[in-house]
């Protein structure tokens, strides 16, 4: 069983009262620390730094728990910290009672990222905000200032009866004996190079399920598992734990479209050959329904739909304890012959071609 079906959640969501307040106004009170910090925050240090009409910021750690078992980060990592800052860019624009629904996430991918990439930011700023619809977007960029990633988002904005009379409610947040998850050391392993370049990544994924390999750290940290593998597909289930659920209280939209592009990234690498990679070029994400925290498995499976020499495509879709998609994406990737993961990981090399590459 997955320490997050077994460990308490930290965290909480803000009360009904902070509905009396504009959505700037609670923008504000979350950067001052005038609202609970949600459990994403304490999973993998997802923060609000900052916000105004103009610009709303989040921080994130590149913590070494979000490695792949290459030793990189899975493309989809900027949808979690870009999902955040989108949403709320379009939040300043509203008025009490209103909140933005994110319909769908999409991601122009620049660089990858690495644990060495230190602290990622995204900065996101309204584009367009009506009545019933808000689009924004965002820049993502690594602790040296290079832009990782380029996103945009569109939300439906819904209305909700105003409390009368709100009082807010203080706010303590509670002290804790052992550090957040993405603080402690990590477990799982990133593979040996020998490895990648002697075996397919749908014999890897067998020797991970029969114990011979160890797990990638992200799959231990958001308790990834049943992963089945074969070429032009891949599997893998989650529980819908209360540890993925935003201020909102339903599970975080950013952690859904890093679930779909990890079976995404698994498909694609079911058809590079070994000593080779690949390079995400982008990620469209549509969200068609909430998943509610309730502990019960969630599905993300991923098909490769074009399989070039060059270009590889394939679609996702995460499906709920009940049978029901709740999630579909799409993603394109450039294929890197002879290329291997590893040095890349420690040249801290880009893997996105060059134009003498393309």
Known sequence: MSWLETEPVRGSYPSIEFLALSGIDRMRAGSKGLMPKPPIHHLFGLTHLSSSVAQTTFVMPASPWLQSAAGVFVPGTTALLADAPLGSAILTALGPGQIAITSDLTINHLRP???????????????????????????????????????????????????????????VEPTYDIPDPYLRPFTGSTIEPAVWASRTFVEICEAINAGELPPAPFSELFGFTHLEAKEG?????????AWFTSPAGTVYGGFLAY???SVISGAMNTVVPPGSTFAALDLKVSFLRPV??????????ADVVHRGKTLVVADSEVVNADGKVVVKATSSAAVME???WIPAVIDDAPLVPTDQEA
């Open 113 to 171: 990222t690495y644990p060495s990439s230190g602290r990622l930011t995204a900065r996101a700023r309204p584009i367009e905000v009506g009545r019933r619809l808000g689009l924004s977007e965002a820049l993502i960029e690594d602790a040296r200032g290079e832009v990782v990633a380029h996103s945009t988002t569109r939300c439906f904005i819904r209305d909700f009866p105003v409390p009368e009379n709100a009082e807010l409610p203080p706010i």
């Open 233 to 241: 597909y891949f599997r893998s289930s989650a529980p819908s734990s």
């Open 259 to 261: 679930f779909a592009d």
């Open 292 to 301: 509610m925290p309730d502990g019960r498995p969630i599905t993300a499976t």
């Open 338 to 340: 002879g290329r291997s």
